[in-house]
Nanobody, 120 residues
Framework: QVQLVESGGGLVQAGESLRLSCAAS????????MGWYRQALGKQRELVAT???????NYADSVKGRFTISRDNAKNTMYLQMNSLKPEDTAVYYC??????????????WGQGTQVTVSS
């Protein structure tokens, strides 16, 4: 059993910043890739950012230059620093982590979601 707990969401004005956290707990030997999805009300889920176990990152074009994904492997925690927020960033943000299973396969685990609302 692995649990991912998200925190850091809230209501901010356009141009302000938020930092989301995603803390994994349980019996964890290693976490491979991690990342963030978001889903706006009535919209399709979209991949926001990913980070490999070695720290290589990728971003959606819509957030590139404004968001930064990072991880602290010692704490099994991932972060999403969101700067220069726009109203179109409003969504529920979900983190995920890819971990090996006891059988040797990779499993994906999900956070509960955290609401980010950006007002204009």
């Amino acid at each position: 059993q692995v649990q991912l707990v998200e925190s850091g969401g809230g209501l901010v004005q356009a141009g302000e910043s938020l930092r989301l956290s995603c803390a994994a707990s349980g019996s964890i030997f290693v976490i491979n890739a991690m990342g963030w999805y978001r889903q706006a009300l009535g919209k399709q889920r979209e991949l926001v950012a990913t980070i490999t176990g070695g720290g290589m990152t990728n971003y959606a074009d819509s957030v590139k230059g404004r968001f930064t994904i990072s991880r602290d492997n010692a704490k099994n925690t991932m972060y999403l620093q969101m700067n220069s927020l726009k109203p179109e960033d409003t969504a529920v943000y979900y983190c995920y982590a890819d971990l090996p299973t006891p059988e040797g396969y990779n499993g994906r685990f999900w956070g509960q979601g955290t609401q980010v609302t950006v007002s204009s």
